[in-house]
Antibody
Framework: EVQVVASGGDLVRPGGSLRLSCAASAFDDIYWVRQAAGKGLEWVSLIEAPGDTYYAQSVKGRFTISRDSSRPYFYLQMNSLRPDDTAVYFC????????????WGQGTPVTVSS | QSVLTQPPSLSGAPGQRVTISCTGSSSNIGGGYDVHWYHQIAETTPQLLIYGNSHRPSEVPDRISASKSGTSASLVITGLQSDDEGIYYCQSFDDSLRGVVFGGGTKLTVL
């Protein structure tokens, strides 16, 4: 069974940094999507299987998506965090050949507050 | 304001048919990018319902279908059931933003 497991969420002060991890089953397209309390889904970042990366405008220049070269672990390095980055962060595995998320992991909560 | 526009809410009685619309533009849906649909219950993990405009994963029942035309897409649910309640999101790719975009979500209530 394909699984993706997100971890690393925490409480962090504004301006701080945090790294989220996503353990997957293979080197597939991996997405990060976040959801603030009571709000809709917001795409954050994508790393495609060949290695191309994409970012939402709201996080470009502050967040970096990457992956481990030896095992299917993926990371979202989040710097210069702001209160509006507070959300549950989901990682998900993409559908091969489509920009769609086939398997979602449980979310990991990030709170940015002083 | 979401790049893809969905009605905020819809309702229907058990057994009825409902259609959820998703309107985009020439830089996403109208530009040939596929539309995908998700169902989420109470901010739990979303479930993929439709990918590639009209393809259903094997675990999704065939009373759920979708289509795309021009700059819009639609999700149709027939034989409405209580466990269809929740929020439905459409999603595509936007060429101008060079990224994935979601609709704002449609809350479906089964009366």
């Amino acid at each position: 069974e394909v699984q993706v497991v997100a971890s690393g969420g925490d409480l962090v002060r504004p301006g701080g940094s945090l790294r989220l991890s996503c353990a997957a089953s293979a080197f597939d397209d991996i997405y990060w999507v976040r959801q603030a309390a009571g709000k809709g889904l917001e795409w954050v970042s994508l790393i495609e299987a060949p290695g191309d990366t994409y970012y939402a405008q709201s996080v470009k220049g502050r967040f970096t998506i990457s992956r481990d070269s030896s095992r299917p672990y993926f990371y979202l390095q989040m710097n210069s965090l702001r209160p509006d980055d507070t959300a549950v962060y989901f990682c998900g595995k993409g559908v091969s050949g489509h920009w769609a998320i086939e398997t979602w992991g449980q979310g990991t909560p990030v709170t940015v507050s002083s | 304001q979401s790049v893809l526009t969905q009605p905020p809410s819809l309702s229907g009685a058990p057994g009825q048919r409902v259609t959820i619309s998703c309107t985009g533009s020439s830089s996403n849906i109208g530009g040939g990018y596929d539309v995908h649909w998700y169902h989420q219950i109470a901010e739990t993990t979303p479930q993929l319902l439709i990918y590639g405009n009209s393809h259903r994963p094997s675990e999704v029942p065939d009373r759920i279908s979708a289509s795309k035309s021009g700059t819009s897409a639609s999700l149709v649910i027939t034989g409405l059931q209580s466990d269809d309640e929740g929020i439905y999101y459409c999603q595509s790719f936007d060429d101008s933003l060079r990224g994935v975009v979601f609709g704002g979500g449609t809350k479906l209530t089964v009366l």
